[in-house]
C-alpha cells in the first residue's frame, strides 16, 4: 500500500527549494535597496560638485576683488554703484521712469 504523504527525502528537497527561493528573493530585495542608495549617492554628489563649483567661482571673484581691494578707481566704483556715493561735485541723475 502506498502512503497518502511525500516520501521524506522529496519533503526536504521541497523545503530545501523554498529556503532557496526565499534566500534569493531577500538577496534581489537587498540589491534593489543598494541601488536606490546608489542612485541616491551619486545624485548628492553631483549636487554636491554642482556647490563646490560656485564655491571655488565665488572665491575667484572674491579673490580678484581683494587683488583689487588697494586701488582707488575700484574703490570710488564699489562706493558709487553699492552704496549709492557720489564724488564732490558730481551730479546723479535716475530714471523715475520705468
Known sequence: ??????????????LAAALVLVLLALVGWQLMRMR??????????TALA??????????????A???RADDPEYLQELARDQL???SPGQKDFYDVSN
Open 65 to 67: 576683488a581683494l587683488e
Open 50 to 63: 554642482e556647490r563646490v563649483a560656485r564655491q571655488e567661482q565665488e572665491n575667484r571673484s572674491l579673490e
Open 84 to 86: 549709492g556715493m557720489v
Open 1 to 14: 500500500m502506498a502512503e497518502p504523504n511525500a516520501s521524506p527525502k522529496r519533503r526536504a528537497s521541497l
Open 36 to 45: 536606490d542608495q546608489l542612485d541616491a549617492a551619486r545624485a548628492e554628489q
